[in-house]
């Protein structure tokens, strides 16, 4: 299934949809839209498989912040559904750490095994460990605690089949020569979601 995302652009260029059964990164500098586009997708599971939803739940993980209860109520009235019917579906919770990110997990797990869940938001998947893991010496363990994170997504995902989205933040490359965006996590956040 693909959960649509509520712009016929976006959802061209993703292939219709964010899928389940596969964890998706979104990336972009602060302000870009991805806390936007996480409730969106959280009112938006909640759809008919017929009206481009996947009939279930949201569990919502935010790491900073950027939850806005109001927006989703805005976002479910301009799609003409019930407003505290969604908000009921969205399981919210805000972590401060790492470590609170992992036991929301591990209580993530086991709801999904007792309630019908269709999307997993992480915003922002990595900003825990940016704050925690500071300074080029921090590298390797920070990588390695978010390349655990990964594994247990992957678990998640295979339990339930569910749609996995994470964000995380971007920068500018210091290279002159090559001005790309970098995501905060590298390679282990690119190698950990099946699309981006």
Same mark, same amino acid.
Do not use: W
């Given at each position: 299934?693909?959960?649509?995302?509520?712009?016929?652009?976006?959802d061209a260029s993703i292939g219709g949809g964010?899928?389940?059964?596969?964890?998706?990164?979104?990336?972009?500098?602060?302000?870009?839209?991805?806390?936007?586009?996480?409730?969106?997708?959280?009112?938006?599971?909640?759809?008919?498989?017929?009206?481009?939803?996947?009939?279930?739940?949201?569990?919502?993980?935010?790491?900073?912040?950027?939850?806005?209860?109001?927006? !989703?109520?805005?976002? #479910?009235? =301009?799609?003409?559904? +019930?407003?505290?019917?969604?908000?009921?579906?969205? *399981?919210?919770?805000?972590?401060?750490?790492?470590?609170?990110?992992?036991?929301?997990?591990?209580?993530?797990?086991?709801?999904?095994?007792?309630?019908?869940?269709?999307?997993?938001?992480?915003?922002?998947?990595?900003?825990?460990?940016?704050?925690?893991?500071?300074?080029?010496?921090?590298?390797?363990?920070?990588?390695?605690?978010?390349?655990?994170?990964?594994?247990?997504?992957?678990?998640?995902?295979?339990?339930?089949?569910?749609? !996995?989205?994470?964000? #995380?933040? =971007?920068?500018?490359? +210091?290279?002159?020569?090559?001005?790309?965006?970098? *995501?905060?996590?590298?390679?282990?956040?690119?190698?950990?979601?099946?699309?981006?």
């Open positions: 299934m693909r959960i649509t995302t509520g712009s016929l652009e976006l964010i899928r389940t059964g596969s964890i998706t990164g979104v990336f972009g500098e602060s302000g870009a839209g991805k806390s936007n586009l996480c409730m969106t997708l959280a009112v938006r599971c909640q759809l008919l498989v017929s009206q481009g939803g996947a009939e279930g739940k949201c569990v919502y993980i935010d790491t900073k912040g950027g939850f806005q209860p109001e927006r !989703v109520a805005e976002i #479910a009235a =301009a799609n003409n559904l +019930p407003v505290e019917d969604i908000k009921r579906n969205i *399981i919210y919770t805000r972590v401060m750490s790492s470590n609170q990110l992992f036991q929301a997990l591990v209580k993530t797990k086991v709801f999904m095994a007792e309630h019908r869940t269709a999307l997993l938001v992480i915003d922002s998947a990595t900003y825990p460990f940016r704050v925690e893991y500071v300074g080029r010496g921090e590298l390797q363990p920070r990588q390695a605690k978010i390349n655990a994170l990964f594994r247990v997504l992957r678990e998640c995902v295979s339990q339930s089949n569910i749609a !996995v989205v994470v964000t #995380a933040e =971007a920068y500018s490359s +210091p290279d002159p020569f090559h001005p790309n965006k970098l *995501i905060v996590g590298g390679n282990v956040i690119q190698y950990g979601c099946h699309s981006m």
